[in-house]
């Protein structure tokens, strides 16, 4: 593979080669040094379409780290204000030299489209997706795998290390392409995925599995069960992620008042006693701070991951350039 475009399709083999080298990234970010000469002379360029802090930068960092020359691009500052084409810029960027294109979209498709031009033209150049749309976010996936599979092995973290673990996730799953792509990651682990939403924030196929608010398994390999009440996703949990409420992807009928989804679905300490003792709290970011989790548990380092899962982005999406970057397989 030399795009990596979503997580469906990707085999154990591949999830376990973007976390053990994601892990000796670490090792190397944690010397004073901190880069290696591995993509010298390559060319990232970050194309964002769509707003973006922690993906866009860590992206940056990552090729930094490995010592590739860097372009950032964002929309609203370039020659699509004046009618230039998203295939058109793409090319653009391929025409300077441009060897890996990181790309962000609000819809779903494009670093497929862009990834099947550069095929078409016979082009070597790989396709990162960062985001696109509702539909998936492969490297957040994979972060929040290496984020919680580190903390249970460190030195070696490893899809087998989930496979009896129960993680929720909670929240605006119907908007959430993070959702989506650590269905895929977290499912292919082992682990049982609890999915918790209100109906309306919920994919129209998801909320038909529904079962008065009891879990029901979607298919015999992938342990996935959907709920519209909090309290059955959380029991027993031992890592619950919450998600943003996307209220600009919200038509005004969708939008929930804030402090009712806060008390049903906002997560707080006082909800963590459904839990295992010592659960711990994701979120991808950006947060909505107390609506889909209080403000007080976003700082608590005793039970949140939030800033680990930053931290764990610049290593993971190092290993993603290096592993698409040097050619090998991922
Ligand atoms: N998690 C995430 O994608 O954050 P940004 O939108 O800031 O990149």
């Not at 129960?166 to 929240?171: C, H, L, Q, T």
């Not at 499912?187 to 599995?209: M, N, Q, R």
């Not at 979607?218 to 909090?230: A, N, P, T, V």
């Not at 939008?255 to 295992?276: A, D, V």
């Amino acid at each position: 593979r030399h795009h990596i475009l979503s997580l469906a399709d990707f085999t154990p083999v591949e999830y376990d080669a973007v976390l053990q080298t994601a892990a000796s990234f670490r090792e190397v970010l944690s010397r004073r040094t901190k880069k290696v000469p591995t993509l010298q002379g390559q060319v990232v360029a970050n194309l964002f379409f769509e707003p973006s802090t922690r993906t866009r930068s860590s992206f940056e960092l990552a090729a930094k780290r490995l010592s590739a020359d860097t372009l950032n691009f964002t929309s609203a500052t370039s020659s699509m204000t004046k009618g230039e084409t998203i295939l058109d810029t793409a090319k653009t960027y391929l025409a300077m030299g441009c060897d890996i294109m990181v790309i962000r979209h609000t819809s779903a498709g494009v670093p497929n489209a862009v990834a099947l031009e550069m095929d078409r033209l016979g082009e070597r150049v790989s396709v990162l997706n960062a985001g696109d749309g509702q539909h998936e976010h492969p490297s957040q996936g994979l972060l929040d795998l290496f984020t919680i599979c580190s903390l249970i092995d460190p030195l070696q973290p490893r899809l087998e290390l989930l496979k009896d673990k129960k993680i929720a996730i909670v929240g605006d799953i119907l908007h959430s392409r993070v959702a989506r792509s650590n269905i895929w990651s977290l499912t292919a682990s082992g682990a049982e995925v609890h999915l918790a939403a209100p109906p309306t924030l919920l994919p129209k196929l998801f909320a038909e599995y529904i079962n008065d608010g009891e879990a029901s398994g979607l298919d015999g390999r992938r342990k996935l069960f959907i709920h519209w009440h909090l309290e059955p996703a959380l029991r027993d949990a031992d890592f619950v992620m919450t998600l943003r409420l996307q209220k600009e992807r919200m038509t005004a009928h969708l939008l929930p008042s804030l402090r009712e989804y806060h008390q049903m679905f906002g997560i707080t300490r006082s909800k963590l006693k459904w839990c295992k003792p010592n659960v711990k709290v994701l979120h991808p970011g950006p947060v909505n701070r107390g609506v889909e989790i209080s403000s007080d548990l976003m700082d608590d380092p005793e039970f949140s991951l939030i800033q680990t899962q930053v931290t764990s982005g610049v290593a993971v999406r190092m290993a993603l350039l290096y592993l698409i970057g040097s050619g090998k397989a991922v």
